[in-house]
T-cell receptor, first 109, second 114 residues
Framework: SQKIEQNSEALNIQEGKTATLTCNYT??????LQWYRQDPGRGPVFLLL?????KEKRKERLKVTFDTTLKQSLFHITASQPADSATYLC????????FGAGTTVTVRA | SAVISQKPSRDICQRGTSLTIQCQVD?????MFWYRQQPGQSLTLIAT?????????ESGFVIDKFPISRPNLTFSTLTVSNMSPEDSSIYLC???????????FGPGTRLTVT
């Protein structure tokens, strides 16, 4: 089964800066990859999906890239705001959706 | 989209007892799933709840320990049976439409077994 690794350390950034999160996987490239946001005490919320034939996807201040050669996805939050503080989960579609452990982002005002 | 609610939101239970968690979706979803999440850990899929038939369990999870029901397209229950402290975790219900890859999640049920 896939092993999914995200930034092991929490990310602390200044408001207005760009946060970059990494998701690496070990086995075959999935047909698509998703990113979710999870706030404390809440379930994950879907943010973006990128397919294996797409290099980049954008949604408002969010940008996701997908490099099947490197077996890596990058997730960017541009012009970050304190409200962006949360844990961000990478998820790969196998026959099921497999999640990484997540990266916690804290944006300082 | 779909809004998913779970009951109870949290519970503290004694070892050896059982707890049934309810999951209600505000619209029909084709697929429903149950996950477990330890604090600071990834989500682990327990099983896929199938309407009108037995759930499909992932490796390491068995029906006797985690019986699941799904009587219709908007409701499912997960029972954690004969609980031990190792079952302390957050249990999450999730749903997905057949024509979409996006999954919706409930707020979770925080279970503590003493």
């Amino acid at each position: 089964s896939q092993k999914i690794e995200q930034n092991s350390e929490a990310l602390n950034i200044q408001e207005g800066k760009t946060a970059t999160l990494t998701c690496n996987y070990t086995n075959y490239s999935p047909a698509y990859l998703q990113w979710y946001r999870q706030d404390p005490g809440r379930g994950p919320v879907f943010l973006l999906l990128i397919r294996e034939n797409e290099k980049e996807k954008r949604k408002e201040r969010l940008k996701v890239t997908f490099d099947t050669t490197l077996k890596q996805s990058l997730f960017h939050i541009t012009a970050s705001q304190p409200a962006d503080s949360a844990t961000y989960l990478c998820a790969l579609n196998d026959y099921k959706l497999s999640f990484g452990a997540g990266t916690t982002v804290t944006v300082r005002a | 989209s779909a809004v998913i609610s779970q009951k109870p939101s949290r519970d503290i239970c004694q070892r050896g007892t059982s707890l049934t968690i309810q999951c209600q979706v505000d619209s029909q979803v084709t697929m429903m799933f149950w996950y477990r999440q330890q604090p600071g850990q990834s989500l682990t899929l327990i099983a896929t709840a199938n309407q009108g038939s037995e759930a499909t369990y992932e490796s390491g999870f068995v029906i006797d320990k985690f019986p699941i029901s799904r009587p219709n397209l908007t409701f499912s229950t997960l029972t954690v049976s004969n609980m031990s402290p190792e079952d302390s975790s957050i249990y999450l219900c999730s749903g997905r439409q057949a024509n979409s890859y996006e999954q919706y999640f409930g707020p979770g049920t925080r279970l503590t077994v003493t």
